[in-house]
């Protein structure tokens, strides 16, 4: 059986007439080195098809390239379409700067503390992404408490607590969604929310409860449905509270976008014609909210992106340990398609 041989990091100086040092650094996205140089070492490893020696990189550098992030199992599918997106980004920018991720899974009715913990404590990775941060999280609690590297997707409502995130705007998304609805004549608006107490949440709602305070009109009201996240069935039971009870709201915002989905599909089955009769808005823009009839207006909350731009800002805090938190915040973008409309001329 014919084999290849595997070419070594001196073999590869070597061919680049580079030092190994060099080399070395370039390939794990050094900024010292100046990114003519890393690109080009980097379009010669993959040529040479080099794989660099994992054990040998931790023993001289103390660090094990890789990047840990838990997954939670809480509904039938490992990964959700945020999650999908979410994870390619992040694999996407690791792997630029020569950084693999590990995916670890936290069992329904297991603490994700304690796989967060085991992949800190085990020093499987440098540093760790943090997802869906909850309004009291214990895991950046720990994270801190450790002083460990790592960067959170989504704040706390502790502004107190220093650490380094990045989050998208949904307060003003969802201000934004209102006015424009507003402006369509809408004044009985819905909104479908989640039990989880998840930060965002707050964030959304809040900026919504906001708008509507900012606009002084009375004649404006606001009917609110929750559900537990990754429960379908108690999901479309509170969207079919709302659009069969007798004074359904004419422009439902839902907090995410497959609340929104379930809202289409449940006024499809009712008999309802979006936007015709009922204008529906979501946010996140994940891929199935181009598909969904009519086409669900959404905010593209840029997933992929800001999860590369989380890989990023990782490397730098594992390399650099900066004395300040590095922290960013995204506005995302309205996606008008054609879920939405002027408000029903034969309803308040």
Same mark, same amino acid.
């Given at each position: ?101 590990? #995916? /670890?899974? $936290? ?6 503390? +304690? !796989?967060?913990?085991? =992949? *800190?404590?085990?020093? &499987?990775? %440098? ?80 900026? #919504? /409860?906001? $708008? ?6 009375? +004649? !404006?009201?606001?009917? =609110? *449905?929750?559900?537990? &996240?990754? %429960? ?117």
């Amino acid at each position: 059986m014919m084999t290849t041989r595997v070419i070594t990091l001196k073999e590869l100086a070597a061919s680049l007439d580079l030092s190994i040092t060099t080399v070395s650094r370039a390939l794990a996205g050094h900024e010292q080195i100046a990114l003519k140089t890393r690109e080009r070492v980097a379009q010669a490893a993959r040529q040479a098809g080099y794989v660099p020696n994992t054990a040998a990189r931790t023993l001289v550098s103390g660090r094990s390239g890789f990047v840990g992030l838990v997954l939670p199992i809480r509904g039938p599918n490992l990964v959700d379409s945020f999650l999908g997106e979410f994870v390619t980004g992040l694999g996407e920018g690791l792997v630029s700067h020569g950084a693999d991720l590990i #995916l /670890a899974t $936290a069992a329904f009715g297991h603490s994700e503390l +304690s !796989v967060l913990r085991h =992949v *800190v404590e085990s020093g &499987r990775a %440098d540093g760790v992404v943090v997802t869906r941060i909850a309004e009291v999280d214990e895991r950046l609690a720990y994270l801190r408490e450790r002083s460990f590297p790592f960067v959170a997707h989504g704040r706390l409502l502790d502004s107190d607590f220093g650490y380094n995130w990045l989050d998208t705007d949904g307060a003003h998304a969802f201000a934004e969604a209102f006015d424009m609805l507003y402006e369509l004549g809408h004044r009985h608006f819905g909104l479908v929310t989640i039990s989880e107490p998840m930060t965002f949440r707050h964030l959304r709602q809040d900026g #919504l /409860a906001a $708008a509507i305070a900012r606009r002084g009109d009375p +004649s !404006v009201r606001l009917t =609110v *449905v929750t559900a537990p &996240r990754f %429960d379908q069935e108690a999901r479309i039971q509170a969207v079919n509270r709302m659009l069969q009870g007798p004074d359904r709201p004419t422009a439902i915002v839902a907090l995410f976008d497959e609340l929104a989905l379930t809202v289409m599909e449940e006024a499809a089955r009712a008999g309802l014609s979006v936007p015709r009769d009922l204008s529906v808005i979501g946010f996140d823009n994940i891929a199935a909210s181009a598909y969904a009839p009519p086409g669900l207006t959404t905010f593209d909350a840029s997933i992929r992106q800001c999860a590369r731009e989380i890989a990023d800002m990782l490397l730098t805090i594992i390399a650099d340990r900066p004395a300040e938190p590095l922290t960013r915040l995204i506005r995302p973008t309205l996606v008008a398609r054609a879920s939405h409309g002027p408000a029903p001329q034969t309803r308040s």
